[in-house]
């Protein structure tokens, strides 16, 4: 074992026992207004975010109505998808599940 991989044992922390395994999110039919910072709040609430989206039009950098929530463990997406997937937030009810990768033709 190197000095350094013994001190960065050290220091580092871990919150759950769990592997971590990144799962990305889809969350469809968001009020316009929704940021991504309300966005990220709405999911951290179920566990830890990594990154959270709304996107954007390009041109005027209007919400599209939809965005990508990036979770660390898996049980706590699930759990995240199974509590806002058909909740009313802001005035929508959500449309929440894990993101499917686009298939190329």
Excluded: C
């Excluded at 009020?31 to 709040?41: A, N, P, W």
């Amino acid at each position: 074992m190197s000095l350094f991989s013994f001190i960065g044992g050290l220091f580092s922390r871990r919150v759950s026992n769990e592997p971590r395994e990144q799962i990305e999110i889809y969350v469809g039919n968001l009020s316009y207004d929704m940021t991504s910072e309300q966005l990220r709040r709405a999911f951290a609430r179920y566990g830890t975010v990594k990154n959270a989206r709304v996107v954007e039009n390009h041109y005027n950098h209007k919400s599209k109505g939809f965005g990508f929530v990036e979770m660390v463990f898996r049980r706590e997406a699930e759990t995240a998808i199974r509590a806002l997937h058909d909740k009313k937030v802001m005035g929508r009810r959500l449309r929440v599940n894990e993101a499917r990768n686009k298939v190329k033709a």
